[in-house]
């Protein structure tokens, strides 16, 4: 039985190698195809190998290319791997040397960084021949690991964790009322928050599969008042093709705090994206959620949420961009608004081997009936900036390290909701 296991993990990895030689095509300008060139390093034919490289005039970045070439080949993946970060990190575009980073870590049995590298391959490469074969690599890795448990530590700090006013005085609309003292106003803080999400997969081939995804998050900051718990669970059904993804299905999100405030809420959630061209995709996503408060709240009520937009390479990394409209219905007239806003993302890696992102989103609120001591309705216009920054080769220990920061401003004719924002958190997370 276990030379059955053995022998069948074997061809296993040299299907592997071979699809991945179909997919690392020639280098501009090479004189020998990398099929070619990958079989000479197989066989041992190191000297053939350089020889034929040589002949393509490489740089300095190329050679530590073919040196993790060489070092894959004689199932040394850690050194390989290396090489290959190295490469990316002095060229981030350099495509070949990221499908073999993928690849390497796969045989290397590092199944999530893997995963991540073929994904960042099927949003980026242009060549839509390889895409096939990527799905192929991520398919086969949900039916390895189809259990995965990560959990995040994270230092936050905020200078609104309540979303406090920015206001000192709220003027009513009544005539004869006196201006009114705005007691909850911002109030900054630094806190840590503490989560672990669990993922369960079951691979119905094709790139079909059930996914269920749980998740427990815990916030903490100084007084109590602002300390938050919550369970989430969500499971769906999917099919991920390199032209076509979408999934389906339920989640459900409890919530407490320390303040004995506590709500459930229940949603469906639906997504798909469609490849349009080698280069750009079309995506559309939707949710639909039940909230239910403490009893006898009447903020109870449906929220609908949908967003479409285009995903396109642009400045050598990728952008999404556009728009996202939702309508809010509690059980109070006067907090059931429509909503619309336009958004923007710019991911992109950069030299020395970092990574980020940059959005944008802006949009505003209409609210659908007056205000409590207001003469009118509530309007609420906002604008959210944020960064997210990581080094795809830095480690503490375990651990990897995450900065996002959120920088708001909302401006809202009601004082009670103008407010600022600037938070960000340092995060560390580490799979099991």
Known sequence: MVGQRTARLRRLALAMVCLCAVLCWPHPGAAVTDIALVQLIATGQLDAARAAFEARGPTETDWLFFEGRVAKARGDFSAAAHLFREVLRRTPTYIAARRELAHTLLLAGEYRASAHHFQALLRSDPDVRHHDGYQQFLNKIDQLRPFSVSGTFAIISSSNVNRGSSQDVFRPGIPDLPPLTITSGADAATGIALGLSVRRLWAMGNGARWALHGGLVMRDFPGRSNDTRSVSARISYGQNRPDLRWSLGPSARLRWSDTDSESLVLGIDAGVERRLGPDRSL????????????????????????????????????????????????????????????????????????????????????????????????????????????????????????????????????????????????SFSIAF
Not at 325 to 340: E, I, K, M, N, V
Not at 355 to 384: K, T
């Open 283 to 426: 995506f559309i996503s939707g949710s639909l959620r039940h909230t239910d408060v403490d009893a006898g709240n009447t903020t109870d009520g449906y929220q609908v949420q949908a967003a479409g937009g285009i995903n396109t390479a642009a400045f050598g990394g990728v952008l999404s961009i556009g728009l996202r409209a939702s309508l809010d219905r509690p059980q109070t007239a006067h907090f059931q608004y429509d909503g619309l806003s336009g958004f923007a993302q710019i991911s992109q890696a950069w030299s020395g081997g970092f990574s980020g992102a940059l959005g944008l989103e802006i949009g505003g609120r209409s609210y659908r009936e007056n205000f409590p001591l207001a003469s009118e309705e509530r309007q609420d216009r906002f604008a959210h900036v944020s960064v997210s920054v990581r080094h795809a080769a830095l480690r503490i220990g375990r651990f990897s390290p995450a900065l996002d920061c959120t920088f708001g401003r909302t401006a809202s004719n009601i004082a009670f909701y103008d407010y600022d924002l600037a938070e960000c958190s340092i």
